[in-house]
């Protein structure tokens, strides 16, 4: 049973455009959620972390949102990039637990 | 530095055949962790090693699947009698116990081929 669903799949958008992915959990002890991105051949890499007492987390072109009434956090990809072509998860876990609670991931593709 | 090296990033195999798979953790981590990735499923975690702790083994899928970690360093995860399903990805993973806690820093895995 996966306990972080995320969608959609796969998206593709114009360079420039602005990609979103979600995420949805239902434990709620999880209180550590990063996004990874993996490059083809290449393991997956920290990309962005939120923890739930903030709502919103920017670095650079990438924001986590957070809302943690609805159990949902979702990644924004402003001005999107051919070089952004990966595929990004989510992933929960509790707080210093090793565990990582991963979706399945979406491949965005950039098209330039 | 050096990242977390696997090797062989390709593995065909028959059937039936017994494989072992390696991991070289970041220097220093003492955490690692084993995932499997198959296409459209996300990674699944396999095991995990911490130090000289008992590891958890609650992700292997079947008593077919082993590892072991010698010397708190290398790690190897063996499949007994390969079957056809468990072609996939398996990825390591380390983490150094203090300062960055989750972040788990990924080797690029070694592709698995059941024929």
């Known amino acids: 049973q996966q306990q972080v669903k995320q969608s959609p799949q796969s998206l593709i958008v114009q360079k420039g455009g602005i990609s979103i992915i979600n995420c949805a959990y239902e434990n709620t002890a999880f209180d550590y959620f990063p996004w990874y991105q993996q490059f083809p051949g290449k393991g997956p890499a920290l990309l962005i972390a939120?923890?739930?007492?903030?709502s919103e987390k920017k670095e650079g072109r990438f924001t986590i949102s957070f809302n943690k009434s609805a159990k949902q956090f979702s990644l924004h990809i402003m001005d999107s990039q051919p070089g952004d072509s990966a595929t990004y998860f989510c992933a929960a876990s509790i707080r210093n637990d090793y565990k990582l609670s991963f979706g399945a991931g979406t491949t965005v593709t950039v098209r330039a | 530095g050096a990242g977390v090296s696997q090797s062989p990033s390709n593995k065909v195999t028959e059937k039936g055949k017994d494989v072992e798979l390696r991991c070289d953790p970041i220097?220093?981590?003492?955490?690692l962790y084993w995932y499997r990735q198959s296409l459209g499923q996300g990674l699944e975690f396999l095991i995990y090693f911490q130090g000289n702790s008992a590891p958890d083994k609650s992700g292997l899928p079947s008593d077919r699947f082993s590892a072991e970690r010698t010397g708190g360093s290398v790690s190897t995860l063996t499949i007994q009698r390969t079957q056809q399903e468990d072609s996939a990805v398996y990825l390591c993973?380390?983490?150094?116990?203090?300062?960055?806690?989750?972040?788990?820093?990924f080797g690029a895995g070694t592709r698995l081929s059941v024929l």
């Open positions: 939120i923890r739930p007492d903030v």
């Open positions: 993973a380390s983490s150094p116990r203090q300062g960055r806690g989750n972040i788990q820093y």
């Open positions: 220097s220093g981590h003492t955490a």
